[in-house]
């Protein structure tokens, strides 16, 4: 193996951890921005959990977390502007990344 072939190795396993830790920071995130939003829906107990999976299934089935949030706000008459949610889904993706960090 020349030292290309293992230099060429080493980003190929960096951008393959970036990436699982992408993937839990923003799971992470979508989990608590599904709290916030079931609190928000009136949804407690067993029911926001529910929702929070909800929530992080729609980023991973390509559907989207904000348009789900939005959808859901307007049809139970939730006042949250796009800038609101928005501004949510930053922070606990912020928060979300420092404990990946800190975790891992």
Do not use: C, P
């Not at 939003?37 to 999976?53: D, I, N, S, V």
């Not at 299934?57 to 977390?65: F, H, K, Q, R």
Request: net charge neutral; charged share 35%.
């Amino acid at each position: 193996m020349t030292s290309f072939d293992k230099r060429e190795e080493g980003f190929e396993k960096r951008f393959a951890h970036d990436e699982e830790l992408k993937f839990k920071a923003t799971a992470r995130r979508n989990r608590m921005l599904g709290g916030w939003a079931a609190e928000k829906l009136g949804l407690t107990g067993a029911e926001a959990e529910a929702y929070a999976r909800e929530v992080v299934l729609a980023d991973i089935e390509g559907t989207g977390v904000f348009a789900k949030l939005r959808k859901d706000f307007d049809a139970k008459g939730v006042a949250q502007s796009d800038h609101q949610i928005r501004r949510h889904m930053d922070e606990f993706l912020a928060q979300a990344i420092a404990q990946v960090k800190a975790a891992g």
